[in-house]
């Protein structure tokens, strides 16, 4: 077992806490190979030393590692870094500065997603599931009509779309991928309200996904899906700037930070 308690250290990048310094240095030494499998990490009170910083940092950022599933703490030998598993955790991070971007990002992910899901469901879907998308749909109007934002409700609309793929890899790609999902529904509802035709649009758009999966035709579901995602992000880049001063560009910029 190699001993890595001699190791090259550099400046930490200003942005974060303490221990998200700690952990992206750790991280990328464990992927460059210095910190190569099996190999040992220095103790807590060498790394506090090397990185001057507490020892409750170095403990935080290897609880981090361990999560990650990239070390392990083994009894004799310290912690050691181990072969990455293909059980790691998933992550997603937007990583970029600009807000309008951050929210682009998402909605391309999701113009793929969407498309596939909907095709999928307008083959497979059940007459219950169809009511429940049909249902979802009328309780986004609902919501609007109240007077709320209707994210929640429209999260649920692409959700019973999900469900009716018959395939739960999807339902749950799309939880895991919510945080990201409602903070960029939430951007493009805020935006789409500020206009006159706000209804009108994300009601044809909705209803013709909703449509093509109750006829069951997959090419029109997976373009309507398609459709409504591009129609998204061609208005979040004619913005103006009020817009990005204004609630919505708060949330987008919360969103251009998030990780997952």
Known sequence: MVDVTHFQTEPIAAAGTLADRVTEV???KIKSGEFAVNSRLPSELVMAERFAVSRTVIREAVSRLKSEGLVETRQ????IVVEPS??????IDVDVKDSM???LRVLELRRGLEAEMAALAAERRTD???TQIKQALRDIDQAVLAGRDGVDEDLAFHKAISEATG???YTSLLQFLSQFLQAAIRVVRIHEAQQKDFNGQLQAEHGAIAD???RKDASAARTAAWRHMENAAVRIKAADDGFWNSEGGEVARSLAKSEV
């Not at 293909?86 to 992550?91: E, G, K, Y």
């Open 128 to 130: 219950a599931q169809n």
């Open 86 to 91: 293909i059980s790691a955790p998933f992550r």
């Open 101 to 103: 971007q951050a929210v």
């Open 167 to 169: 395939n739960p890899l």
């Open 26 to 28: 750790l991280l990328q």
């Open 212 to 214: 093509a999966i109750a």
């Open 76 to 79: 004799g030998s310290g912690t």
